[in-house]
């Protein structure tokens, strides 16, 4: 079954309406043969902070050591957020493979009127996939109340009730005290209940789950004192804020990334769970707690102007961010907002700071508050400049063109204005490299269209072709605009205005340049117009596709941004495919190597367990003397590892790693090439950079949550690869849907957790991660399809030299040389931007001549 008909079954059940038990639950189980039979539990309730508290939950065990499932809704972007394994959403596949296996039983009992519901039904999905998975420990984030939520329908060893307030009165109860109590049925039966509520929701706790550890702020207005004490410090940068642990002598000290004093309470009843479920280490505790993302709650995007997304759909929530927003210093405040109808607007727009300005929007789709309705609610309210926008993507444009630098603004109302919003950071159009008609059908297949295999598409999309994802209004309007100008827009089956779509574009270069004339030709909307290009967000879309096909704007043509110059977040030297001439907007000033061809990135390894140097350079003499040999080879860079991570490698200490490689790079800094750092370790990359390293390589991808500040502070490079394990765990298989843009998906949240700690994209390099937790099979793929990762708007470093994938074609370890020297061609011609090797002279032979074979004029090093 195609995901596209998974998905779309899926949704089709939200016609049938909730009922209350878990009967229906436990029943798709049993058809599945009770897949989730040996997985631990973890169960989280509550009115507010359970799926912060979740992934924190999730986060600190999967620092320990477990492999763990985490199952939350709703979803910002994409159905298969809901459930992640490590992190990683669950595949396009598995949902398929789900949907196959329960299809004629969910059909067969909605003809009986008892289907099981969407979230009964993704509530099986995600145990299900658990189960399968093996995870040692699964959180599972509550729905609605407690006692009759599908989630139930698990034994948990350890659970919560983060706070109670009144919601869902027509099923739950009238009063705070009776809700409490149906959450409170999430108790485990060996394990206390941990909560953070207070007063009557307290008592009704303790009537049902008897064993309660409670959690609170110690200088709280309440009648007892909690068993833990949490303590908020308030903000220690932009995006970070100090929190303390309490119960009795056990005492941690952290930094959450989760913004907002309520976030403390949180973080203890976190921290008190993760030590029932596991032996978890205060260090991993820590270190989980600050590692902690949640997109789309109080999450800074940028601080010139402060841009805030936050998901506040009520006036409770309001009335956190509001506090939240308090702690930050700007002068004007620029609102966007769109809520849902059923939500009480005028209570949000009073408990929301007042705003200068705002931008009144609706997310796309059916249960949006009309946009003129939310405009006259905040025009009630006292607020003078009020405007609409139909698009909430051109409705953000609106307000950052507005805004000077010390302003801030805010998107909030509801998630699905945020994740709408939050596109303009994480999407990006992937430019597919089409030789044939097997390219494009695997192209197509990727998105999901329902007419992959059609002839007559795939010869069609043998031209200039690029494969994105929009909302439903904007494919839509896209594809009638490239369907006139005779170019083809392939759009997968799943259509939905709550779901984004994948769109695969496909036609001529001059189909495409009209196509942008068009997408850009009105040069705004008037409030509450509907016909204008811009109504659905198109020229973000325009901007996406110029920079993904390097289509150049005619003369002033481009968006202007609040200082005149264009307002894309992408613009960077290194998006420049190598052997090509920097586009505009690239720092021609910048000097680095790779800006116009591709560079070669020396390896130089001072450790003794290598995999393939293991030992020869460990001697500061010898060590220096390879780095100068490899600069009069032609190396551009020098990386300097102190850390093996070889598959079983073992850690190594941080003062012994520093060590290694601090006397290394104070004594070749002053040579002629860049000098690089490859370490996992934030204080490894600090003593680097204080002796005066110029990039950090971190293999791990920014596991080490202050690595990202160290760089930063540093004004450093960074280079950030995907990987799952760093050391490779041997013999651990991965299940990608497609390797590429499973892992263009994960890189682009990284870059964007790296720019929201102050790193320029322009500085940030890009490694696809070659031999960490992909198969030979999936490494000749990334090879390839190299170009692709130019998405991300950063320089892409391709690291093969030696490695296992070469077994694919013959070679064993010792004898890979001449396969290495060819993928770094390949690599070049593919459009790398660095290659990283052992052999600097036979690689930088390689590429220069790939590069030649490119451009025969414009490449000669015979001078």
């Known amino acids: 079954m195609e995901y596209y008909e998974a998905a779309d079954f899926l949704f089709d059940l939200r016609r049938f309406r909730p009922k209350p038990g ?129 989630t139930s329908v698990v034994d948990p060893v350890a659970s919560a009730v983060t706070s109670v307030t ?73 995006t970070e804020a100090a929190v303390t642990v309490e119960r009795g002598d056990w005492n941690l000290e952290t930094r959450l990334s989760l913004l907002g004093a309520h976030q403390a309470e949180n973080a203890g009843i976190a921290a008190i769970l993760a030590r029932q479920v596991a032996d978890v280490s205060d260090d991993d505790l820590a270190r989980g707690l600050r590692s902690a993302h949640w997109p789309g709650r109080f999450e800074v995007m940028d601080t010139e102007p402060l841009v805030v997304l936050d998901g506040a759909h009520n006036p409770g929530a309001c009335e956190t ?28 727009a009073t408990t929301l700071p007042t705003p200068d300005s705002v931008v009144a929007t609706e997310p796309s789709l059916d249960r949006a508050e009309d946009r003129d309705l939310l405009a006259s609610v905040f025009e009630d309210v006292g607020v003078a400049n009020v405007r609409t926008s139909a698009a909430v993507q051109d409705a953000l444009e609106t307000a ?13 109302g509801s998630l699905f204005a945020v994740a709408e919003a939050r596109s303009r950071w994480t999407n990006a159009g992937v430019p597919k490299r089409i030789r044939d008609r097997e390219d494009a059908r695997e192209t197509l297949a990727t998105a999901n269209v329902p007419a992959a295999s ?64 068009r997408l850009e030709s009105d040069p705004g909307p008037e409030a509450g117009s509907d016909a204008d290009a811009t109504a659905h967000g198109l020229l973000e879309v325009a901007r996406v596709l110029r920079e993904s096909l390097e289509i150049e704007p005619a003369a002033d043509s481009s968006p202007q941004g609040p ?78 590892g102190g850390e093996s991570t070889r ?105 964007l957790l790296a720019e929201k700690a102050g790193i320029d994209r322009e500085d940030i390099i890009v490694d696809p991660g070659i031999g960490f937790g992909k198969s030979t099979r999936e490494a000749f793929e990334i090879l390839d399809r190299t170009g692709e990762f130019r998405a991300l708007g950063c320089p892409i470093l391709i690291g093969h030299s030696h490695k296992s994938m070469f077994e694919h074609v013959g070679r064993e370890a010792g004898e890979r040389g001449p396969s290495t020297v060819a993928a770094s061609a390949i690599a070049a011609d593919r459009g790398a931007d660095i290659v990283r090797v052992h052999d600097v002279p036979e690689n930088v032979a390689a590429v220069r001549t790939a590069l030649a074979a490119r451009d025969p004029n414009r490449f000669d090093w015979s001078g």
Not at 179 to 185: E, V, Y
Not at 400 to 412: F, K, M
Not at 606 to 631: C, K, N, Q
Not at 702 to 729: G, K, Q, T, Y
Request: charged letters at 30%; glycine letters at 10%.
């Open 22 to 150: 878990t009967e229906s639950t436990a029943r798709l189980l049993a058809h599945l043969g009770d897949p989730h039979d040996g997985v631990e539990f973890v169960q989280i309730a509550g009115s507010n902070g359970k799926g912060s508290t979740a992934r924190m939950v999730e986060r600190s065990l999967r620092e320990a050591g477990l492999s763990v499932g985490l199952y939350t809704s709703p979803h910002l972007e994409d159905l298969r957020e809901r459930i992640r394994v490590d992190g990683r959403k669950i595949p396009r596949s598995a949902v398929g493979e789900f949907v196959e296996a329960t299809h004629e039983y969910i059909t067969d009992r909605g003809a009986d009127g008892e289907s099981p519901t969407f979230f009964e039904t993704m509530t099986a999905m995600a145990v299900w996939q658990f189960g399968r998975e093996d995870v040692d420990v699964a959180v599972l984030e509550v729905g609605i109340g407690g006692k009759y939520d599908a």
């Open 166 to 238: 009144l919601e869902h009165t027509g099923i739950l109860g009238d009063t705070v005290g009776e809700i409490a109590r149906d959450k409170a049925h999430v108790a485990p039966a060996d394990a206390p209940l941990v909560t953070g509520t207070t007063g009557d929701a307290l008592e009704g706790v303790r009537e049902v789950a008897g064993d309660v550890i409670t959690v609170g702020a110690a200088d709280a207005d309440r009648d007892d004192e909690p068993d833990v004490r949490v303590a908020y410090g308030g903000r220690v940068n932009h």
């Open 321 to 348: 961010l509001a506090a939240t927003l308090g702690t930050y210093d700007y002068d004007d405040l620029h609102l966007v907002f769109g809520a849902m109808h059923d939500k009480d607007h005028r209570e949000m």
């Open 400 to 412: 950052l063109r507005e805004a000077d630098a010390d302003n801030c603004v805010l998107v909030t």
């Open 454 to 517: 059609d002839p007559e598409l795939q010869g069609d999309a043998v031209h200039r072709v690029v494969s994105l994802s929009l909302g439903y209004r904007q494919a839509t309007a896209v594809e009638r605009e490239l369907l006139r100008l005779g170019g083809e827009c392939a759009l997968s089956g799943l259509q939905r205005d709550e779901e984004s779509v994948d769109a695969v574009l496909m036609g001529t270069v001059t189909q495409f340049e009209r196509l942008l004339e």
């Open 563 to 640: 200082t005149g110059e264009s307002s894309s977040p992408r613009e960077s030297t290194a998006a420049v495919p190598s052997g090509q001439t920097a586009t505009a907007g690239s720092d021609a000033d910048a000097g680095y190597p790779w800006n116009d061809r591709t560079a070669v990135m020396g390896i130089l390894n001072v450790t003794p367990d290598s995999f393939h140097d293991g030992g020869e350079y460990d001697a500061l003499e010898d060590a220096v003397a390879r780095a100068e040999a490899m600069i009069e080879a032609g190396a551009d860079v020098i990386d300097v």
């Open 647 to 751: 598959p079983g490698a073992d850690p190594v200490p941080i003062e012994e790693e520093i060590d290694r490689v601090v006397p290394v790079v104070e004594e070749i800094t002053d040579l002629d090439a860049l000098v690089s750092i490859d370490t996992r370790k934030a204080a490894v990359a600090e003593a680097a950079l204080e002796a005066g390293a110029d990039i950090i390589n971190d293999v791990s991808g920014l596991e080490d949550p202050e690595m990202r500040f160290v760089v930063a502070d540093h004004d450093a490079m960074l280079v950030l690869m995907h990987s799952i394990d760093a050391p490779v765990v041997p013999g651990r298989e991965i299940e990608y849907d497609d390797v590429v843009e499973d892992v263009i998906d994960r890189l682009s949240e990284r870059i």
